[in-house]
C-alpha cells in the first residue's frame, strides 16, 4: 500500500518586527536564509529543502518568522 502525504509549507517573515540580526541565517542547517539590506529572507526554492524543524521561528528573537505547516 502507498501511502501519500500531502503537505503544503509557507513561513512567513515579518520586516516590521525583524531587527536583521542574523540568527536565522546563522541557525538553518539549510543556509535557505540571507539578509538583505538588514533584513531575511528566504531562498526562491526553500519549499524544495527546508524539512521544518522550526529552528528559525523558535530562535528569531523577536519572534518575526511563523513556518506554516499544513499536512492533509
Ligand atoms: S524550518 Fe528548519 S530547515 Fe526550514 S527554514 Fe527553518 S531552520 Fe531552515
Ligand atoms: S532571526 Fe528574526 S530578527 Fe534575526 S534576521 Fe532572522 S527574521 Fe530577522
Known amino acids: ?3 501519500k502525504i500531502n ?4 513561513i512567513h517573515i515579518d520586516h516590521d518586527k525583524c531587527i536583521g540580526c542574523g540568527t536565522c541565517e546563522r541557525i538553518c ?3 535557505l536564509y540571507y539578509l538583505k539590506d538588514k533584513k ?3 531562498v526562491e526554492n526553500y519549499r524544495d ?3 521544518i524543524c522550526h529552528a528559525c ?3 528569531c528573537p523577536v519572534g518575526a518568522i511563523v ?3 499544513d499536512v492533509r
Do not use: D, I
Open 1 to 3: 500500500m502507498v501511502v
Open 29 to 31: 542547517p539549510l543556509e
Open 40 to 42: 531575511a529572507y528566504l
Open 57 to 59: 521561528s523558535v530562535s
Open 49 to 51: 529543502n527546508c524539512f
Open 67 to 69: 513556518v506554516e505547516e
Open 7 to 10: 503537505f503544503s509549507l509557507e
